[in-house]
């Protein structure tokens, strides 16, 4: 009996010993190859990167952090059949990353990263478009949570337009995924302007922030201009595909289909409306559809643009205004406020554009759009406002002053609000003709509908 005590202690130290002696060769090797990669000298880090990964790919995380790292190093400097081999590696490495660290390795995400890489190399790597979309397909209906990428979002539907002009998708498939993925990108900016609007007042100005939270305010923004590139390129790819000659055609064909289906209805509606098709009869038979079946905040908005077209304005702006009280969460609700205020501006009822425009501000403080619309109406009543040549071309001040609010308040606007303040500043009265005027710091007020001030440059 002792004897077996004896054996059993002298195995359990003999284990022991060799746990730590395992543990001091993986702390070792971690250490040399992470500070390798950490001076980016990738060449160097990555044998013994190798040792530990074939070794204990368990021992930290850090393994595939900076094995990430050393696999791009290695692609972008080989060529041939040896990059082939570090593509397939990074594509093993994610693979073995969730199987190890299931927790912090997101199913969609790194799906997502696999499939983005296949395109990228789908040359060397053999791969045709159609087993890439079954790839980011099966990525994207696997966890759509987790698969946020704004270019794999933007290549995922750009495969999906491919195969529709080699008619390997249908027109339907191709509008279905439209939807989807669009969805997902308002969903997404949603997300993160709800985030970014925490750190703001009700002007929109960034409150004094702590440094992790500045951190946090910039990540947000470089999405929400990621988000806002992408929608535009996926419109941009998807082009006349998707215009009325082509959407009604198929609307009608499967209206009885689906006219009991709310989600069909639901996009069918938004999409006639957003390239324009509300003209046609389908529009109103969608519209009273969806009403009479899932009546929310934007079928009262489109039987709001009905009843405008008819000539019933206030009609039309009961049906606004109760398309305003069925939305309660703020960030859709200043979606609908801009869509009327959209309406009255294009009907060139402005005092009450700049009503809503103000109402979807203050539901959502990062639209910057409102202020650019705003602006915009001001220039355009320059001619209108002002009682003097002077004075008229002060307008154009006001408008720069309210185009530069949607360069502060809104990530996705800093450009197109820097190229409006120059056209609007280079419209106003020169630094010469305030001098000959003798008006520099005079306040001027501006009447008709903007019924504004605005105060003249000082010298």
């Known amino acids: 009996?002792?004897?077996?005590?004896?054996?059993?202690?002298?195995?359990?130290?003999?284990?022991?010993?060799?746990?730590?002696?395992?543990?001091?060769?993986?702390?070792?090797?971690?250490?040399?190859?992470?500070?390798?990669?950490?001076?980016?000298?990738?060449?160097?880090?990555?044998?013994?990167?190798?040792?530990?990964?074939?070794r204990n790919p368990k021992f930290n995380k850090a393994i595939f952090v900076y094995g990430e790292r050393i696999l791009d190093y290695k692609i972008d400097n080989s060529e041939g059949e040896e990059k082939i081999s570090f593509v397939n590696d990074m594509l093993?490495?994610?693979?073995?990353?969730?199987?190890?660290?299931?927790?912090?390795?997101?199913?969609?995400?790194?799906?997502?990263?696999?499939?983005?890489?296949?395109?990228?190399?789908?040359?060397?790597?053999?791969?045709?478009?159609?087993?890439?979309?079954?790839?980011?397909d099966t990525a994207y209906t696997t966890d759509a949570k987790t698969f946020t990428n704004p270019k794999s979002l933007y290549t995922y539907f750009s495969l999906m337009v491919d195969l529709y002009d080699s008619e390997a998708k249908t027109a339907q498939q191709l509008f279905s995924k439209y939807d989807d993925i669009s969805e997902k990108i308002e969903f997404e900016v949603k997300n993160y302007t709800n985030k970014r609007n925490a750190y703001l007042d009700e002007e929109g100005v960034v409150k004094e922030l702590s440094k992790k939270d500045a951190r946090k305010l910039k990540s947000y923004d470089s999405y929400l201009r990621a988000y806002d590139k992408i929608a535009g390129s996926i419109d941009t790819k998807l082009g006349a595909r998707a215009n009325c000659e082509n959407l009604i055609?198929?609307?009608?064909?499967?209206?009885?289909?689906?006219?009991?289906?709310?989600?069909?209805?639901?996009?069918?509606?938004?999409?006639?409306?957003?390239?324009?098709?509300?003209?046609?009869?389908?529009?109103?038979?969608?519209?009273?559809?969806?009403?009479?079946?899932?009546?929310?905040?934007?079928t009262a908005f489109y039987l709001g643009i009905l009843k405008d077209k008819a000539g019933k304005s206030s009609e039309a702006l009961s049906y606004y205004n109760q398309a305003v009280?069925?939305?309660?969460?703020?960030?859709?609700?200043?979606?609908?406020?801009?869509?009327?205020?959209?309406?009255?501006?294009?009907?060139?009822?402005?005092?009450?554009?700049?009503?809503?425009?103000?109402?979807?501000?203050?539901?959502?403080?990062?639209?910057?759009?409102?202020?650019?619309?705003i602006a915009a109406m001001y220039a355009k009543s320059a001619n209108n406002c002002g009682t003097d040549n002077f004075s008229k071309r002060a307008v154009y001040w006001l408008a720069a002053k309210e185009a530069a609010k949607a360069g502060r308040i809104d990530p996705?606007?800093?450009?197109?609000?820097?190229?409006?303040?120059?056209?609007?500043?280079?419209?106003?009265?020169?630094?010469?003709?305030?001098?000959?005027?003798?008006?520099?710091?005079?306040?001027?007020k501006v009447g008709c509908w903007i019924q504004r001030s605005v105060t003249v440059p000082s010298l």
């Open 249 to 298: 055609p198929l609307y009608q064909r499967d209206f009885e289909e689906f006219k009991n289906d709310g989600v069909w209805l639901q996009r069918a509606m938004n999409r006639m409306y957003a390239k324009e098709c509300n003209d046609d009869p389908l529009f109103v038979k969608i519209v009273e559809q969806k009403n009479a079946l899932e009546p929310n905040a934007d």
């Open 325 to 373: 009280e069925l939305e309660s969460d703020n960030f859709e609700k200043s979606r609908i406020l801009y869509k009327i205020a959209t309406n009255f501006k294009k009907k060139g009822r402005y005092g009450q554009a700049r009503t809503y425009f103000m109402k979807a501000l203050r539901a959502n403080p990062s639209m910057g759009r409102a202020h650019l619309a």
């Open 92 to 136: 093993k490495l994610w693979e073995e990353r969730k199987a190890v660290f299931p927790n912090v390795t997101p199913t969609g995400a790194y799906m997502a990263k696999a499939c983005q890489m296949e395109y990228d190399y789908r040359k060397i790597l053999n791969k045709t478009n159609e087993a890439l979309y079954t790839g980011f």
């Open 1 to 54: 009996m002792k004897t077996k005590i004896t054996l059993l202690i002298a195995f359990l130290f003999l284990s022991i010993t060799t746990i730590s002696a395992q543990n001091e060769q993986d702390i070792e090797t971690l250490s040399i190859f992470s500070e390798l990669a950490k001076s980016k000298n990738y060449t160097a880090a990555y044998t013994p990167w190798m040792e530990i990964r074939k």
């Open 412 to 444: 996705t606007m800093k450009k197109n609000a820097a190229k409006s303040i120059a056209n609007y500043e280079a419209k106003a009265p020169t630094k010469s003709e305030i001098f000959s005027s003798g008006r520099a710091s005079q306040v001027i």
